[in-house]
């Protein structure tokens, strides 16, 4: 009889050794995001707070090409097409050649993504049925999760979490970010002129058929990357939709003239260790110093904006609908299918998890801006809204999860344990019966 799927598994040495150095370099994104962001907040209630709208609505750029655009504008159209390559990346290579490849291990963290997704819009459009005035166009603003925001979060809490939990984390965020790009792509797209979009497959081929045929020249790719970003934000669809489909159609695997799979990384891998760092370190940054700047006003500023239904909405989504979503999706998988929860992991550390997911930063804060117009005294109740959501989520999970930490802490002892000194930790040799 086949043993049953068991949900949280390690997998592979060489999929958690992968896992854990992603991880690492996105931990230091989100420490980056996390001093851009609050940069922004403490410059937006000062004194100097009109020199932080000025410089946020400065407009840069060539007007003949509709380019003459606000930096605020730069970092969510432009900086942002660079993070959702990189998303787009990850996301192929989790298909192609990771978890996500395998159903029985797809299933959980799409399940969850998708969990996570709808009950925090349900939720959202519970509390603003009787708002009127285009509020529900919110909808998906709770429904996003910040990778690299929640794991810095668990780098300043100093958390050892599991593996397993880490991978999960990751995956259901790699495939949040498919299911956020989608929704934008479809409900936020205002107007679509379909000549520009047309002509914006035409640099797309191009670019993939040269990534296909493994040239890695910049000085041809990044041309025709920047052509297909400026059709698309012409066509009117949301320019970082460029980025996802420019990632696709680089090849993950090595052609057999270069050695084949077994041969090392591929192109995609190549591109995402060059392309990150400028992701993580730069790009996300940046977009989240010119988003979060909300002037609050006080504490009677902070009541008036959480007395809107629309950041009231967000919150709930945020905390209740992620932790709900999650733990209940995972329950449904493990109720209808053979799955059974690993014997190392509790239902506790489920719902810590999903939780943390309630962290829905940056994209979050890009969909509000997209749902009620950038600058609008919406746009900043949904800034709160997140905040305030995102602030929330993190402190409750921190609290459940610390509360688990001494168990995290011999489950790491364990993963690191290396009896016969030969390089690959002893619990990734024994013979696995978690399928």
């Known amino acids: 009889m086949t043993p049953p799927t068991r949900l949280f598994s390690r997998g592979s040495y060489l999929e958690a050794?992968?896992?854990t150095e992603l991880l690492r370099r996105e931990t230091v994104g989100g420490i980056l995001l996390i001093i851009g962001a609050a940069i922004a907040l403490v410059w937006a209630n000062s004194p100097w707070s009109a020199a932080y709208e000025t410089l946020r609505d400065t407009r840069v750029g060539p007007a003949s090409l509709h380019l003459d655009l606000t930096l605020g504008t730069w970092a969510a159209d432009g900086l942002l097409a660079i993070f959702f390559f990189v998303v787009g990346l990850e996301l192929k290579?989790?298909?192609?050649?990771?978890d996500l490849?395998?159903?029985?291990?797809?299933?959980?963290?799409?399940?969850?993504?998708?969990?996570?997704?709808?009950?925090?819009?349900?939720?959202?459009?519970?509390?603003?049925?009787?708002?009127?005035?285009?509020?529900?166009?919110?909808?998906?603003?709770?429904?996003?999760?910040?990778?690299a925001f929640a794991l810095a979060v668990l780098a300043v809490i100093s958390t050892h979490l599991p593996t397993a939990l880490r991978t999960f984390l990751l995956t259901l965020a790699v495939v949040d970010d498919l299911l956020a790009?989608?929704?934008?792509?479809?409900?936020?797209?205002?107007?679509?002129?379909?000549?520009?979009?047309?002509?914006?497959?035409?640099?797309?081929?191009?670019?993939g058929f040269l990534v296909q045929k493994r040239i890695r020249s910049w000085w041809l790719l990044l041309?025709?990357?920047?052509?297909?970003?400026?059709?698309?934000?012409?066509?009117?669809?949301?320019?970082?939709v460029a980025g996802v489909l420019l990632a696709f159609t680089v090849p993950v695997v090595r052609s057999q003239a270069a050695g084949g799979p077994d041969a090392g990384p591929g192109l995609a891998e190549h591109l995402e260790h060059r392309i990150r760092p400028l992701s993580a370190g730069f790009a996300v940054p940046v977009f989240a110093f010119f988003a979060a700047g909300v002037t609050i006003g006080g504490f009677s500023g902070l009541a008036d904006s959480l007395s809107d239904p629309v950041a009231i909405g967000i919150v709930v989504g945020l905390v209740?609908?992620?932790?709900?979503?999650?733990?209940?999706?995972?329950?449904?998988?493990?109720?209808?299918?053979?799955a059974q929860l690993d014997e190392s992991l509790g239902w506790p550390d489920v719902v810590g998890l999903a939780m943390l997911a309630g962290i829905g930063f940056t994209v979050s804060l890009l969909i509000g801006a997209l749902a009620y117009g950038e600058g609008s005294l919406?746009?900043?109740?949904?800034?709160?809204?997140?905040?305030?959501?995102?602030?929330?989520?993190a402190l409750l999970a921190s609290v459940l999860l610390r509360l688990r930490d001494r168990r995290y802490r011999l489950l790491a002892e364990e993963e690191a344990r290396d009896d016969d000194a030969d390089g690959v930790p002893d619990v990734y040799q024994r013979p696995s019966a978690e399928g």
């Open 17 to 19: 050794t992968r896992i």
């Open 93 to 98: 290579r989790e298909f192609v050649a990771g």
């Open 101 to 147: 490849r395998e159903p029985r291990r797809a299933v959980l963290p799409v399940a969850a993504a998708v969990g996570g997704m709808v009950v925090p819009a349900v939720l959202f459009v519970l509390v603003n049925l009787g708002t009127g005035d285009g509020a529900l166009r919110g909808w998906a603003i709770p429904t996003a999760t910040d990778i």
């Open 181 to 207: 790009i989608t929704v934008i792509a479809i409900f936020y797209t205002s107007s679509l002129s379909v000549v520009p979009l047309l002509l914006a497959l035409v640099p797309l081929a191009v670019f």
């Open 223 to 240: 041309p025709l990357a920047v052509l297909t970003w400026v059709l698309m934000h012409e066509s009117g669809v949301h320019a970082t």
């Open 320 to 338: 209740a609908g992620k932790t709900i979503g999650i733990t209940l999706a995972t329950w449904l998988v493990s109720r209808f299918t053979r």
């Open 378 to 393: 919406r746009d900043e109740h949904v800034k709160v809204g997140v905040l305030v959501g995102t602030l929330t989520a």
